[in-house]
């Protein structure tokens, strides 16, 4: 966003992003994949540029 000169408020003024979208981002909640790829349009940038995966620390990987 920074890189952009988009802030939060011009997301939730101009774009309609609800506040309680950022709030969710914030606090590493669930969203939806419609709601990341409306994000990337925004910013004009990819997935792997605002998320990231992190595995549960129990969750078994079976090759």
């Known amino acids: 966003m ?3 000169g988009i802030t939060q408020y011009d997301l939730y003024t101009c774009y309609g992003i609800r506040r309680s979208l950022l709030d ?3 606090h590493n909640l669930n969203i939806e994949i419609y709601t990341l ?3 990337c ?3 004009h ?3 792997g540029d ?3 995966h992190i595995p549960d620390e129990d969750e078994n ?3």
Do not use: G, Y
Request: overall charge negative; hydrophobic content about 40%; aromatic content about 4%.
């Open 24 to 26: 969710k981002l914030r």
């Open 45 to 47: 940038c990819d997935f």
């Open 61 to 63: 990987i079976s090759e």
């Open 41 to 43: 349009s925004i910013l």
């Open 2 to 4: 920074k890189e952009r």
């Open 50 to 52: 605002i998320v990231e």
């Open 37 to 39: 790829d409306n994000l």
